[in-house]
């Protein structure tokens, strides 16, 4: 697949998350073959005031490669400012968000609020493309609600303004998370445009991700919540799409070792408190329906050095392995 000039080893990339997708998380995903990560939304106006947690958000290392870097704003001038910045920080390609469904973003008329604004949308993309070489994305929603659909339309606007491809997760901005992703709105928008469509929404499984692409036409699929504690799921969905059968889920063995290589890599990156605070939610993801594992999750939750925490990983995963 190709987004503009960047080519893409597969189709299937790791959605944009906030909270979650960071360097580490993106390292880890990678080694099961994702083709492209992206940096949480990252705010335009922090960029460009030099905000040191905005810039914590760009950090990144020569293996988390291609990068896309997502960016959010309403002022087009600080976008197209930002998307310098991000472009000479080592971007591979500019996203811009279109869909954050989170009040205080809309407030400031970025994100979801787009979506009700075509006329600033054309203005803030021909902006961008003017200020980055780079390949230039947006991911945008539905419309702001049922009765206004505009993701066609700004899905037009954003091709005739040189964009190189539309990023949709079919939800409404008032939707949030909940409902079903409406992926009859990305076959229709794939339809309508010659540039690469990347649909995102409520795939769980290799057989979700055919189905998507099957459904809609679309040329790449984004996955999101159900890599959270699965990112094994990347693997298998790279493995299905090029007709191989459906890997195995990974053994308890696996599991663990790959939950230890992922703390390990969050204190390396992180800082012994920092990376362990930041792991325990990862832990609940990747221990989440396996026996015992609240009792556990509990008990874990309380540890705050690493030994201690790799030293529990290890003990609760001979005792559900000898049972
Ligand atoms: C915790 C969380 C944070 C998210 N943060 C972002 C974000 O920063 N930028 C963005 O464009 N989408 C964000 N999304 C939306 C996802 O990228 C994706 O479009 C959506 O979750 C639907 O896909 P899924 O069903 O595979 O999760 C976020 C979603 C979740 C659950």
């Known amino acids: ?59 990144t290392t020569p293996n988390d490669k ?7 704003g309403s002022d087009p001038d600080v976008l197209s400012e930002a998307a310098r910045i991000v472009t000479d920080r080592g971007a591979d390609l500019v996203d811009i968000n279109m869909g954050c469904p989170v009040k205080k ?8 609020a787009l979506m009700k604004e075509p006329a600033k949308v054309a203005v803030i993309l021909q902006r961008l493309r003017e200020a980055t070489p780079l390949p230039l994305t947006v ?12 993701a066609l339309n700004i899905a037009r606007i954003a091709q005739d303004c040189g964009v190189d491809a539309v990023i949709l997760h079919p939800r409404t901005v008032n939707q949030g998370f909940g409902g079903r992703a409406d992926w009859s709105l990305i076959a229709s928008v794939k ?23 099957d459904e809609t036409g679309c040329d790449g699929v984004m996955v999101g919540r159900g890599v ?15 007709g191989k ?5 990974p053994t308890l063995r696996e599991r663990e070792g790959i939950i230890k290589q992922h703390l390990n890599m969050s204190v390396d990156f992180l800082g012994a408190g920092v990376g362990v605070r930041n792991f325990r939610k990862h832990m609940s993801w990747y221990t989440k329906g396996l026996k015992g594992g609240s009792r556990f999750r509990e008990m874990v939750g309380k540890a705050d050095e690493k030994e201690s925490v790799l030293d529990a990983v290890h003990r609760y995963f001979q005792s559900i392995n000898e049972k």
């Open 245 to 249: 059968n459906v890997l195995l889920p």
């Open 66 to 72: 291609p990068l896309g870097v997502q960016i959010f």
């Open 1 to 59: 697949m190709k987004i503009g000039k960047l080519s893409l080893r597969n189709n299937v990339l790791l959605a944009p998350m906030a909270g979650i997708t960071d360097l580490v998380f993106r390292l880890l995903v990678r080694e099961f073959g994702c083709a492209l990560g992206f940096t949480e939304m990252i705010s335009a106006n922090g960029l460009v005031r030099g905000t040191e947690k905005s810039y914590r958000y760009l950090e």
């Open 191 to 213: 339809k309508c445009l010659n540039i690469s469509v990347v649909g995102s929404g409520d795939i769980r499984s290799p057989e979700d991700a055919r189905r998507m692409l």
């Open 105 to 112: 973003v809309l407030k400031t008329g970025a994100g979801g």
């Open 139 to 150: 991911k945008i929603r539905s419309g702001w609600n049922h009765d206004e659909i505009s």
């Open 228 to 242: 959270l504690g699965n990112p094994w799921i990347i693997k298998n969905i790279v493995y299905y799409l090029k």
